[in-house]
């Protein structure tokens, strides 16, 4: 019987559950082989954020379809030149006198699938911050695929739809669109007309300085890292240029589809760590990697220590140490040294011990899902793990890890600002605080 699960208006405000972080998680799992999407808005930033994962679902052959809504001028011609770029097919969607609304994202396979119907269109609000409404459904092969056959018509009947109201995307159609003044310029945001009014709106700026309301804490939306921002920017042609005044990010290119596009450096964005681990490692041979003792004593509660139970020995007379049950379930990313997302792991049973002979947090990971990191060719720099914890429903911890090299890697190394006992190496590792680095 397929599972639901009700996410609440609360849960991207405060964090507890993002969308993004589910699109994310589910285009790097193997379970699922096919992406289809209905939204009626859909800007660039997110884009922007999920390009790694995007980039490896590509890689491996799997496809991506959309229809997307460009009523109100809710969509941005910036999103539909890197979905035509980088999805296998998108249709544009436009009725008279009605409004294209739904937001319905889906992800299968030959076992299972997974989607989620609500409120949330494909924009950094949407997929973040704002207060949003839905269900995500699991469904598993051959029991519910009746179920899912019924559900799925929610997609093929807008996809399948023929007539003018619906279009193929194309570069020509795109520039046509976009000439009749129907999508909306991300290099214009603050001038441009909405349906709903945007969470930073003077509106909204005026409504939070009155008596009237009191706030809750929002947690950030997610950075994007200068070399992701580029890569995604270059792989749709799209142009960055230099920041507006008063503004660190760049803003990108509205002058149509071109082919050869410059695209200068951004300037450095530095990563949001809220709650986590930012520290330089070296894997095993054997998998095993050790963290800081030190950073535990800092902040036990988030990697649930003391642990309450005891490891098992291999060999009789062994001495046991105490070990975390059951095992936190973590998601794996692997970056390799220009920064690319190259390897991955879902749902993975991290075993973690407290080896007491030397004071040290050990977890280990099976060694060819960080074989990119090629620890072994490293002679200055050690690999950087960052370690969050999870906003997916059932997932305790991302592990993000860096091969030295890349921009974003460098850009984790400015917030190590703790030296760790070198225990005989030349240099030390580093580890970084848990407060909010900006």
Known sequence: MAYYTYLQPTDQPTGVFRLLDWLEANFCNDDYQD????????????????????????????????????????????????????????????????????????????????????????????????????????????TDQNEFDKFFKSYSSVATLSGSCITKLTPSFLNTLNGHGLLLDETKTAKAPHSSTPANTSSNTAASSLPLFSGIHVKPARSIPKNVMISAASSAGIILTSPQKGSSHPSVSSTGITSNSAIPIAPTIIPVITNGLVIQVTPHYNGEILLSKIAVDQNPTFFGYPFTGM????????????????????????????????????????NTIYYAKKSEIRITITPSILSALNVAAITTNYPILVMTTSTIIGCDYELSFYAPGSAIYNDYLSVCNQSLPSGGKPISRKMGDRKSVV
């Open 35 to 142: 992406f289809r999407c209905l939204v009626a808005f859909a800007k660039i930033k997110p884009f922007y954020k999920l390009h790694p994962s995007l980039q490896l679902w590509n890689s491996k052959g799997k496809s991506s379809e959309a229809v997307i809504g460009i009523d109100h001028k809710g969509t941005s011609f910036q999103a539909l030149q890197y979905v035509l770029a980088n999805f296998d097919c998108v249709n544009i969607l436009h009725v008279n006198y009605s409004t294209f609304h739904p937001k319905l994202y889906i992800f299968s396979g030959p076992t299972k699938a997974t989607a989620y119907y609500g409120s949330s269109n494909f924009t950094s609000g949407g997929l973040e911050t704002n207060f949003e409404g839905g269900i995500i459904i699991d469904f598993t092969f051959p």
């Open 311 to 350: 490891t098992v020995p291999k060999k009789a007379g062994n001495p046991t140490y105490p070990q975390r049950v059951p095992d936190p379930i973590v998601n794996i990313y692997v970056y390799d040294n220009t920064g690319a997302l190259v390897n991955t792991a879902t749902n993975y049973p991290l």
